[in-house]
């Protein structure tokens, strides 16, 4: 395998960051793989300000007794993680902080040069998501690499049984599509892993037939854009094949989003690989549309693939 990979494992204990750490041993990480598990422990909140004379010194006795019992838990379960998860040979080390979880999950994620953050799907409600938020779609869009969210799937640790893996990656032209696939094929995924490069084309709204030279406009455009898509996915699918030598490469016409979802859902993967933004949006966006719907939307975990920013960096 080529160098190693850092990964940033944020947990907490609930259900969702449990099936994060299960689809990482499912893996059977070696060597290769660097952990480092994170737990976040929010601040004791109340309505009164600290040194208020309201709160006696039997109230700050019991708050401190809660914090210290809360970090050494924490302690306990990082330790706990770090330990399945080093099973097969990969360093662990654990960081505890006290703070805001997502601030702290994308801080640690920069000072600590990680590859890959992964964490649970634990808030990605698709109303929540779009209204609200949540600590998954802060740390996607903020983080300085790229992100794994694990979803359940009914209810357990989303990981086969019985066959190889199934990964779909979302092929087009731009810098994140490859850097996707780099990073796939540094990531310890059985090499019998079942990869498709998938490249989606819009359809063109197709001229009315009396337009004969709009006509051939359209089709000599949307021919040349399916060449490329196509094109792109045969590359990606040549680099993946070094490390994966099943991975097949196809193009999709229609909606990308419902496209890539579909083919997840059907197939079904187990993971899907996108970029953080496509070669049409806009640089100053953290996530492009088509990742934001394919992460709220797809029935498995969605690696959202993006080059580690430099230290100090806060594009995105």
């Known amino acids: 395998m080529a160098a190693k990979v850092r990964v940033l494992v944020a947990v907490d204990g609930s259900k969702h960051s449990e099936a994060a750490v299960e689809f990482l041993r499912a893996l059977k990480p070696g060597p290769e793989t660097e952990f480092i598990v994170l737990t976040v422990i929010e601040p004791v909140r109340t309505v009164y300000a600290a040194g208020d004379p309201l709160l006696g010194p039997e109230v700050y006795r019991l708050m401190e007794e809660y914090l210290a019992a809360q970090e050494a838990e924490a302690k306990g379960y990082a330790g706990q993680v770090a330990g399945r998860l080093g099973e097969w040979g990969s360093p662990t080390e654990t960081v505890v902080l006290t703070g805001q979880p997502a601030d702290e999950v994308v801080q640690v994620a920069r000072e600590r040069r990680a590859d890959l953050v992964v964490m649970g799907a634990r808030g990605l409600n698709p109303i929540l998501y779009w ?21 359940l799937r009914d209810g357990r640790a989303p990981v086969p049984s019985g066959r190889p893996w199934r990964v779909l990656l979302a092929a087009d032209p731009s810098p994140y599509a490859a850097f996707g696939a780099d990073l796939l094929t540094r990531l310890p995924f059985g090499s019998d892993t079942e990869v498709r490069a998938v490249a989606v084309v819009h359809e063109l709204a197709r001229p009315a037939p009396a337009q004969a030279e709009a006509r051939r406009v359209w089709e000599a455009l949307a021919e040349a854009e399916e060449r490329n898509a196509q094109a792109a996915a045969d590359r990606l699918a040549a680099r993946l094949r070094t490390r994966y030598p099943a991975a097949t490469s196809e193009l999709r016409l229609g909606d990308p989003a419902d496209q890539l979802i579909r083919i997840a859902r059907e197939w079904p993967a187990d993971l899907v690989v996108i970029g953080a933004r496509g070669t049409s949006e806009r640089r100053e966006t953290p996530i492009g549309n088509i990742t934001q719907k394919v992460l709220g939307h797809a029935p498995c975990p969605v690696l959202v693939a993006r080059p580690r920013q430099p230290a100090g960096s806060t594009g995105g």
């Open 131 to 151: 209204i609200l938020g949540s600590v998954s779609h802060h740390v996607v869009r903020y983080a300085p690499c790229s992100v794994l969210v694990v979803k």
